[in-house]
């Protein structure tokens, strides 16, 4: 049921002479005339940046990096990994020991979880100390923290799939100290463990978490965390001249309501109320 | 630019002056009971109905889901009397350390039977303060955790660190072959010892609910959490 027309085909006479390219061209033209695919990779990649946008700002992509690889990583580690009591341990030396590069992808897996937990960090303070998370982006600081708390999670329940003497007690400990929480938590830790022992539902419940739950959970905020970042744009750095200019007029108005003890906010002034500025009040009478 | 009234119509005042040409009449809004917000047209109801059935495929989804994931987590944990040996075994001012089997071998459960003060107490080896094993040290006649420092008595009463409460025990009884009771002043060596369910003490020695590691059985917080059904 086609409800648009075609488009006319390129003509042969224009665009590149390169076979190759043009049999490129020709693909995503295709796609594109179905699902308009340029045209969002265009908004999500082209976008305009503020002066002083530096290499303070990649630390987000770094992150998603680092999870990807993580994610590489993790999907190759679980081919080998059996999670039961008896035979993690073992599969885990089998990988580090026997498999080819086996040491190698488990200790990108391992080193690269302490990287994310860095450099989620470093992104946080980014975003904290250049003022990233006021108006309008507070909901992107939102998603933000929901995925540093997942990255953690991430940290714990990978953490005990060693299942070594040193994994074992720490995630004990870690478990017991979730089950501190008022009220729910000691519900949090017998639901986390499985029951009131750490035991081999604890080792297969800790494994669904950290490769089902909790990635596709990132996945889906990293998304939104994502949208929200091309749709807003990036912040202003804090010295920028736009920038103080505004928040000193706003500021200055904010003062001047004060003094003149008049309502003042972002919203306009709704039809029929006194106008806060009292500039504009003697301009319009 | 002036223009003259030609009667004594009204007439309106625009940018551009007074509009005196044809008018449309106002035409009469016919009576639409869709318009009434209390009226239910087919497309509410509709909606109301899709809504309501994805909410109810959506519960049929994720209650069995999250009761499977969930439900049994929150139980307490099973117990039974466990014959842990006859009486001979525990001599009269020893400490015997003995491994339960939990549901984790890791877990290295394990009980201290103290046999002093004419008295038999199973002492738990888990630390109160976040659950890592005590060990039971002769020398100073005390348990220590690994962990963070938490140090008891031979009575496992808290003397240093950490911990909130003393060490938890366990049910403990002497029974004869009969499978009768027997007071500790009338054990026979070839009597069996029983041990039970766990169980919290408080500074005094007053017995509790079993509480988790961490949490307090006295004060404000203990009747906040553990808030177990």
Redesign the interface.
Known sequence: MATTERPEPTPKNIGPKNPAVQAGMGVVDYVDDRTGVTTGAKWFMFRNIPRGTSWFQTLGFTAMAVFGMQAITGIMLAMYYKPE?TTAHASIAHITNDVTWGWLVRGMHKWGASVMIVIVFLHMGRVFIWGAYKYPRELTWLTGALLLFMTMMMGLTGYLLV?D?KA??AT??AV??T??A??V???L???L??????????LSRFYSIHMLLIPGGIATFMAIHLFLVSKLGIAEPPWSKRRLALERDEEDAKRRAASERIPFGRTPVPAGQPAPDPVRVEADS | MEYEHTSGAPSESTELGHYQGPRAADPEIPADHSDDPGYQTRTRFLTMVAVAMGGVMTAAILVPVIGFAVADSVQEEDWRWVDVGPYSDFKEGSTTSLSVTGPSPEADRRVFLRNRDKELLAIWNRCAHLGCPTKYSAGSDGYVCPCHGGAYDSRGLVTAGPPPRPLDRLDVKIVDAKGRRVPYEAARPVDRVLVGKAYSIDAQERPFKLHPPGDPVDGTLSYLFPFIP
């Open positions: 009591t299942w003497q074992y007690w004990v400990v017991n100290i089950s501190q008022p009220i938590g000691p519900y830790g017998n639901i463990r499985g029951g009131p022992e750490f035991g081999p539902d604890t």
